[in-house]
């Protein structure tokens, strides 16, 4: 069953693949339906043989994949936009996600009808999730702004595929978003305000980061150098984070019958992600950590391997665009590849480094996630950090208890300043100590530098890659843990 369920899932998601570059029509992927039905009767006629079998999975999923894309595929073109491009026009539309403020704009995605228009605005007035607003100003097409990476596309996955800059706006309405939604992010906005008060500029910003995944007040100077230290997915919020939030969950709901323990966590893990921004990162890892939870439910033996690709799955199944033009989405499954593969064998391998403190199991993950995803980045960015590795090692460690202070200085600031204060102090110089390692390594002029990796030579490395774990058979080092034992390995 393992064998045919993992034949499916590689079936569906090459398909995916395949049709995200190549066009053929319907045609294309009832071909391949057609196929996949030949060696079904060719089974029964020709001798049951497995391989015929497996091929005719592999074959019906490869269609399925192809025909799931062809289904959002096309755009969502309207008449309206598409007869005014380059043109100033008025239209109404609804505040759909939460704002992104940036350093010199905030970014509103303006829903219009089954149309998705992003709007760079000013900082003023502010608007926020569920507000209707009238948008005056010229409408365009998005466009590519980078060789290696396709803006229009990326857009897409989402459905958007108009742009329109600095427009006059005014305000109609509130309260036209999902409620649910309405009720996080105004918590989440309060919940920040808490921190702001009593934890000062850049800390207050970096905290907001790790905790909710908010980086809107930490400056683009600030971010440049998270990344030259090789420490921005603490920032916006990676599935390390989110393990974490996870985790904390389930402990503090453990006094709880096991029935109502694991609902209460589960309804929190959801919770948390809608709350974030519903990145392809947070719902990579809140999937999985879900699929932990229903585990220990079920009194299962969790498979981090199996709940990966159930995870990939389930988010392509629903938008096939994420497989190749969402950066994040792959970033978040390359880094956890190499984090199940990789780690385990070097951590054999790296036994002169102390396991106090867990230290040998954070440098091993720290170095297997960033060898599988240098390639990628190469090609994507251009740019490597050099230190990275020891500045993650220095840091990491340290995040658990930043987040736990700031998240209880936070949530004791709804009930007052005076409240905060004993969480803030220990959060403050936690931070401080973060950002003086980022401000050290980013200073020096080697900390990162200019490496652009061509497409053929990045899948090269990865067949390397596959070739390496095959050899070694690290399927035989999987990590399986009951409970919630292998999430605090990620």
């Given at each position: 069953?393992?064998?045919?369920?993992?034949?499916?899932?590689?079936?569906?998601?090459?398909?995916?693949?395949?049709?995200?570059?190549?066009?053929?029509?319907?045609?294309?992927?009832?071909?391949?339906?057609?196929?996949?039905?030949?060696?079904?009767?060719?089974?029964?006629?020709?001798?049951?043989?497995?391989?015929?079998?497996?091929?005719?999975?592999?074959?019906?999923?490869?269609?399925?994949?192809?025909?799931?894309?062809?289904?959002?595929?096309?755009?969502?073109?309207?008449?309206?936009?598409?007869?005014?491009?380059?043109?100033?026009?008025?239209?109404?539309?609804?505040?759909?996600?939460?704002?992104?403020?940036?350093?010199?704009?905030?970014?509103?995605?303006?829903?219009?009808?089954?149309?998705?228009?992003?709007?760079?605005?000013?900082?003023?007035?502010?608007?926020?999730?569920?507000?209707?607003?009238?948008?005056?100003?010229?409408?365009?097409?998005?466009?590519?702004?980078?060789?290696?990476?396709?803006?229009?596309?990326?857009?897409?996955?989402?459905?958007?595929?108009?742009?329109?800059?600095?427009?006059?706006?005014?305000?109609?309405?509130?309260?036209?978003?999902?409620?649910?939604?309405?009720?996080?992010?105004?918590?989440?906005?309060?919940?920040?305000?808490?921190?702001?008060?009593?934890?000062?500029?850049?800390?207050?910003?970096?905290?907001?980061?790790?905790?909710?995944?908010?980086?809107?007040?930490?400056?683009?100077?600030?971010?440049?150098?998270?990344?030259?230290?090789?420490?921005?997915?603490?920032?916006?919020?990676?599935?390390?984070?989110?393990?974490?939030?996870?985790?904390?969950?389930?402990?503090?709901?453990?006094?709880?019958?096991?029935?109502?323990?694991?609902?209460?966590?589960?309804?929190?893990?959801?919770?948390?992600?809608?709350?974030?921004?519903?990145?392809?990162?947070?719902?990579?890892?809140?999937?999985?950590?879900?699929?932990?939870?229903?585990?220990?439910?079920?009194?299962?033996?969790?498979?981090?391997?199996?709940?990966?690709?159930?995870?990939?799955?389930?988010?392509?199944?629903h938008n096939p665009r994420v497989l190749v033009f969402d950066s994040?989405?792959?970033?978040?499954?390359?880094?956890?590849?190499?984090?199940?593969?990789?780690?385990?064998?070097?951590?054999?391998?790296?036994?002169?480094?102390?396991?106090?403190?867990?230290?040998?199991?954070?440098?091993?993950?720290?170095?297997?996630?960033?060898?599988?995803?240098?390639?990628?980045?190469?090609?994507?960015?251009?740019?490597?950090?050099?230190?990275?590795?020891?500045?993650?090692?220095?840091?990491?460690?340290?995040?658990?208890?930043?987040?736990?202070?700031?998240?209880?200085?936070?949530?004791?600031?709804?009930?007052?300043?005076?409240?905060?204060?004993?969480?803030?102090?220990?959060?403050?110089?936690?931070?401080?100590?973060?950002?003086?390692?980022?401000?050290?390594?980013?200073?020096?002029?080697?900390?990162?530098?200019?490496?652009?990796?061509?497409?053929?030579?990045?899948?090269?490395?990865?067949?390397?890659?596959?070739?390496?774990?095959?050899?070694?058979?690290?399927?035989?080092?999987?990590?399986?843990?009951?409970?919630?034992?292998?999430?605090?390995?990620?």
């Amino acid at each position: 069953m393992n064998r045919i369920f993992a034949i499916f899932l590689s079936g569906f998601i090459f398909g995916v693949f395949i049709r995200s570059f190549l066009n053929f029509g319907p045609a294309f992927a009832g071909l391949f339906l057609l196929i996949s039905v030949a060696l079904c009767l060719a089974y029964f006629f020709e001798g049951k043989k497995r391989i015929i079998i497996f091929a005719s999975i592999l074959f019906f999923s490869i269609g399925l994949g192809i025909f799931r894309y062809d289904m959002v595929a096309g755009g969502k073109e309207n008449v309206f936009f598409e007869n005014n491009i380059d043109k100033s026009v008025s239209f109404k539309g609804v505040i759909v996600d939460e704002p992104d403020q940036r350093e010199e704009y905030t970014r509103l995605i303006a829903g219009a009808g089954d149309i998705r228009v992003l709007v760079y605005a000013e900082h003023y007035p502010e608007f926020n999730y569920g507000d209707e607003v009238e948008f005056k100003g010229k409408v365009k097409r998005p466009d590519n702004f980078s060789e290696n990476f396709n803006w229009p596309l990326y857009l897409a996955k989402d459905d958007i595929f108009y742009e329109m800059f600095y427009p006059k706006t005014r305000f109609i309405s509130s309260g036209n978003g999902f409620w649910l939604k309405e009720i996080l992010f105004a918590s989440k906005r309060r919940f920040l305000e808490n921190i702001s008060r009593v934890i000062p500029s850049p800390h207050s910003a970096l905290l907001g980061g790790l905790v909710v995944g908010s980086k809107e007040a930490m400056g683009q100077d600030l971010l440049n150098d998270f990344r030259r230290a090789g420490l921005i997915h603490i920032v916006v919020l990676s599935g390390y984070n989110v393990t974490i939030v996870a985790l904390a969950m389930m402990r503090v709901f453990s006094f709880l019958p096991q029935f109502f323990g694991i609902a209460f966590g589960s309804i929190g893990i959801i919770l948390f992600a809608l709350l974030t921004g519903a990145s392809a990162t947070v719902i990579r890892a809140s999937i999985m950590a879900l699929l932990a939870v229903l585990a220990k439910t079920a009194g299962r033996i969790y498979s981090i391997t199996i709940a990966l690709f159930v995870a990939g799955f389930l988010m392509i199944l629903h938008n096939p665009r994420v497989l190749v033009f969402d950066s994040s989405f792959q970033l978040s499954f390359l880094a956890t590849v190499g984090l199940i593969y990789f780690s385990p064998v070097l951590e054999k391998r790296l036994g002169f480094i102390p396991e106090k403190w867990n230290f040998r199991e954070l440098t091993s993950a720290t170095l297997a996630t960033q060898l599988f995803v240098l390639p990628f980045l190469l090609y994507r960015v251009g740019e490597i950090s050099i230190v990275s590795l020891p500045v993650n090692l220095l840091v990491l460690i340290f995040v658990p208890m930043t987040m736990l202070f700031g998240f209880l200085a936070g949530i004791f600031g709804f009930l007052g300043v005076i409240f905060s204060f004993p969480f803030a102090w220990p959060a403050y110089f936690l931070l401080a100590y973060e950002l003086k390692i980022v401000e050290i390594a980013s200073s020096f002029h080697f900390a990162s530098i200019k490496l652009i990796l061509p497409m053929w030579i990045m899948f090269s490395v990865y067949v390397i890659y596959v070739g390496i774990i095959l050899k070694l058979h690290l399927s035989k080092h999987i990590l399986k843990a009951s409970d919630f034992d292998i999430m605090e390995d990620i």
